[in-house]
């Protein structure tokens, strides 16, 4: 089981839908910057599925080697919370959990692995951790709090 880092948008959807603890099945860690642990936090009542991941250390902040000159650059195109989780992935030589387009192709272009939730639904269901039945009834939760897919991701995960 792998370690990766996170940005926000990802484990707020998981959360939205109760289903944060479907990220244990693939990883044995997530690790966050201060500034994706406040953007959660903002919105989670203390005994919150997220304060228990993170009290029971399943999820861990850690903070990016400063000074980084491409913080600033990031920050030119991406919030900082993408920036930051962005940087933490290369400079801890992760795979990174990322779903913005722009974010994911800025971590692409740095050679950072990326994944997106589609590739963790996809790989929970190849690996016979969830059925088929499940996914269905996970992207239509997904679609019901907002979260954005493309058709032929939704085709993917569904066929």
């Keep these: 089981m792998k370690v990766i880092v996170s940005d926000s948008s990802p484990l707020i959807a998981l959360l939205n839908i109760n289903q944060l603890d479907l990220l244990k099945l693939l990883f044995k860690e997530i690790i966050i910057p201060p500034v994706v642990a406040s953007e959660i936090e903002a919105g989670e ?43 933490l992935a290369n400079q801890l030589k992760l795979p990174l959990l990322i779903d913005e387009r722009a974010g994911r ?14 590739g963790v639904l996809l790989a929970l269901k190849q690996g016979g951790h969830i059925t088929h039945h499940d996914v269905i009834s996970i992207v239509d939760t997904l679609e019901q709090v907002h979260f954005r897919m493309s058709k032929s991701l939704k085709a993917l995960l569904l066929t």
């Design 45 to 87: 009542g203390e005994n919150s599925l997220w304060f228990a991941n993170k009290n029971a250390a399943f999820i861990r902040t850690e903070t990016i080697s400063l000074p980084d000159k491409r913080l600033a650059i990031l920050e030119l195109q991406l919030d900082k919370g993408e920036s930051e989780a962005i940087l």
């Design 105 to 118: 192709n800025m971590a692409k272009s740095m050679g950072i692995e990326i994944v997106g939730l589609v």
